[in-house]
């Protein structure tokens, strides 16, 4: 199996976390770069000249095919991985399946730091996300009213790791097969699930971070072993539109 994670294009709380904090969303669209960024991850993956590394191949039954040759696409629910996935779904000619538990850490809320406090938001309805990303397919915890649960609070960092290893253990689980996985997620759950995927968690001495749609490949061979193959790879973007 071969699993890419991908982080998002630029989103407008990235810009903002930079300039004004008070300018953050709950759930943040992208930016025009952000969108820039996306179309061009979508092309890299459909097209891009791609080595097939099964490694128990013979080095001469080795292929070089055009694209990724991606299988599955798999996204957050949050409104900017739902926009960097649109043009991969639409470039690599396959529905991108909603992963709710690929959210970011923290989940949907505000921080007003005044009277108003911590503020929870549900998150897209199920007609909304439907119609704004048709053909997408939705599990059905995602409800018309949203699809996150505010109840219990900000999530946690402990909490954020505990869903990092609920989704690794989903994705081991298919590490015997063919597949040629693509989950487009957040930098913070990105970190604490490369993490996850390799027994590393709880960990708070290193950071995986990522660039806004860098890759990141893990393969794994059919004896269970896995092999990162690289970090952060932005080989589609230029300089000036890296962030």
Same mark, same amino acid.
């Given at each position: 199996?071969? =699993? #890419? &994670? /991908?982080?998002?294009?630029?989103?407008? !709380? !990235? +810009?903002?976390? /930079? @300039?004004?904090?008070?300018?953050?969303?709950?759930? %943040? %669209? =992208?930016?025009?770069?952000? *969108? *820039? *960024?996306?179309?061009? +991850?979508?092309? @890299? =993956?459909?097209?891009?000249? !791609?080595f097939d590394h099964w490694i128990e191949r013979k080095v001469e039954d080795r292929q070089v095919t055009e694209g990724f040759g991606i299988t599955r696409l798999y996204c957050s629910p949050m409104l900017r991985t739902l926009q960097t996935a649109l043009p991969i779904s639409k470039a690599l000619n396959m529905p991108a399946e909603v992963w709710p538990d690929l959210h970011e850490?923290?989940?949907?809320?505000?921080?007003?730091?005044?009277?108003?406090? &911590?503020?929870? #938001?549900?998150? =897209?309805?199920?007609?909304?996300?439907?119609? *704004? #990303?048709?053909?997408? &397919?939705?599990?059905?915890? /995602?409800?018309?009213?949203?699809? @996150?649960? #505010?109840?219990?609070? +900000?999530?946690? &960092?402990?909490?954020a790791m505990a869903r990092a290893i609920r989704v690794a253990a989903v994705i081991k689980s298919q590490s015997n097969s063919q597949q040629r996985i693509a989950l487009v997620i957040h930098g913070a759950f990105a970190d604490a699930l490369v993490k996850a995927l390799m027994n590393m968690l709880p960990n708070h001495e290193i950071y995986f971070s990522m660039y806004n749609t860098g890759i990141t490949r893990l393969d794994w061979r059919r004896d269970g072993k896995m092999i990162p193959r690289y970090m952060n790879r932005v080989a589609h973007l230029l300089p000036e539109e890296m962030s």
């Open positions: 199996m071969e =699993l #890419f &994670i /991908i982080r998002h294009g630029q989103s407008t !709380n !990235n +810009v903002s976390m /930079i @300039y004004d904090a008070k300018d953050r969303e709950a759930d %943040p %669209p =992208l930016t025009e770069l952000g *969108q *820039q *960024q996306a179309a061009k +991850v979508a092309h @890299y =993956l459909a097209t891009a000249p !791609n850490h923290g989940g949907l809320h505000l921080d007003h730091r005044d009277e108003r406090g &911590i503020e929870g #938001f549900p998150g =897209l309805g199920r007609s909304a996300m439907l119609e *704004q #990303f048709p053909g997408f &397919i939705l599990p059905d915890s /995602i409800k018309e009213e949203g699809w @996150y649960d #505010f109840s219990r609070g +900000v999530e946690d &960092i402990a909490g």
